[in-house]
């Protein structure tokens, strides 16, 4: 209504001083009709108001309801109604938008069609590259007798290391789907743990990194392949980070006492940990820090583990009790299902 007022304010004043020259005109003419004459006139202008409000509140929704249509189907159609209800003035400006929308709209829609044809790409290309990495396997095993410990360990190093790679990919390329599914079981996470340490014994043995675990044998009901690849990330990190002298990591797998009975993994390193300036920022994407240590890494593997954990019902934390007996750590906690879930 204040809008209403203020756009026509004009307009009211008009009205007013046209109202005070008739009861003027009135009251020097036949003063004894003065009052009848002037309720009248007052009267009358209030309904013109009124009707002239509703009228504007009218004629605003059109506009609105002909600009949204406009904006969610900018076609010749919607440009039409839309020049209907507005005056002729606008007439410039629409067509003016309308052909900015139509070129915008042509460039969006190109760059999608490149960008899916990219992501098709470097998904196939992951999955063709497993076939050479499966035939360095197989020879990594049938060989291992022909091939010296120092160059079979360094194959085995960079076949983990491109592995690790691809997996990634992999893994991120999964995130961008509109559905992704996940198939949960009932899984020992000490088991699950025990196999991705023996994944990465490789990459530990290169640098010189020692593996401790303290380990309940629990069950956490979770996407095993899914779970298996954020326990890689957790390792790895930690390997990579752990001290260069007598470098170790810690694996602990406990189970809360309280009422909630959370089960928790952690990994520990023995490194320098992370900066405090750069601890609130580790799980997002691409973020690598200003710590030396840290400038050659690609910022995707924390941010993936935060994606996936979410997807799984699964909390990530830095800050656990354990950091006063080991250095920096990331700790994954699980909720308990009931046994009935099966």
Request: glycine share 4%; proline share 3%.
């Amino acid at each position: 209504m204040k809008a209403f007022f203020n756009k026509i304010g004009s307009w009211l004043i008009l009205f007013m001083a046209t109202d005070m020259a008739f009861i003027l005109l009135t009251w020097l003419i036949r003063p004894e009709a003065i009052k009848s004459v002037s309720l009248f006139i007052i009267l009358f202008t209030l309904i013109m108001i009124g009707i002239g409000y509703v009228w504007q509140r009218i004629s605003r929704r059109k506009k609105l309801d002909a600009f949204k249509s406009f904006l969610d189907d900018p076609s010749e159609e919607t440009k039409a109604t839309l020049a209907v209800v507005l005056d002729d003035s606008w007439s410039q400006m629409i067509e003016s938008a309308y052909t900015k929308i139509q070129k915008q709209t042509a460039t969006i829609s190109e760059k999608q069609i490149g960008l899916q044809n990219y992501q098709e790409y470097i998904e196939a290309w992951t999955h063709e590259i497993k076939t050479p990495l499966s035939l360095m396997t197989l020879i990594l095993e049938n060989h291992y007798d022909e091939i010296s410990t120092y160059v079979a360990d360094r194959l085995h190093y960079v076949r983990l290391q491109i592995s690790q790679d691809v997996e990634r990919i992999l893994y991120y390329a999964r995130l961008q789907t509109n559905h992704a599914d996940y198939n949960f079981s009932r899984i020992r996470l000490d088991e699950c743990v025990v196999d991705v340490l023996s994944d990465y014994s490789p990459l530990a043995e290169e640098k010189k990194t020692a593996f401790t675990c303290e380990m309940q044998p629990l069950e956490v009901v979770s996407d095993r392949k899914v779970l298996s690849f954020m326990i890689s990330q957790l390792v790895s990190n930690a390997v990579k980070y752990a001290s260069q002298v007598e470098g170790k990591v810690t694996v602990i797998v406990t189970q809360d006492k309280d009422v909630d009975a959370k089960i928790r993994l952690a990994v520990h390193d023995n490194g320098n940990g992370v900066p405090a300036e750069d601890l609130p920022f580790i799980f997002d994407k691409g973020f690598t820090g200003y710590h030396p240590d840290r400038q050659k890494a690609t910022g995707m593997g924390l941010y993936l583990v935060r994606k996936y954990a979410s997807a799984l019902n699964i909390d990530v934390r830095t800050e656990t009790s354990l950091l006063n007996r080991f250095g920096f750590g990331i700790e994954l906690v699980f909720p308990v299902v009931v046994k009935h879930f099966e």
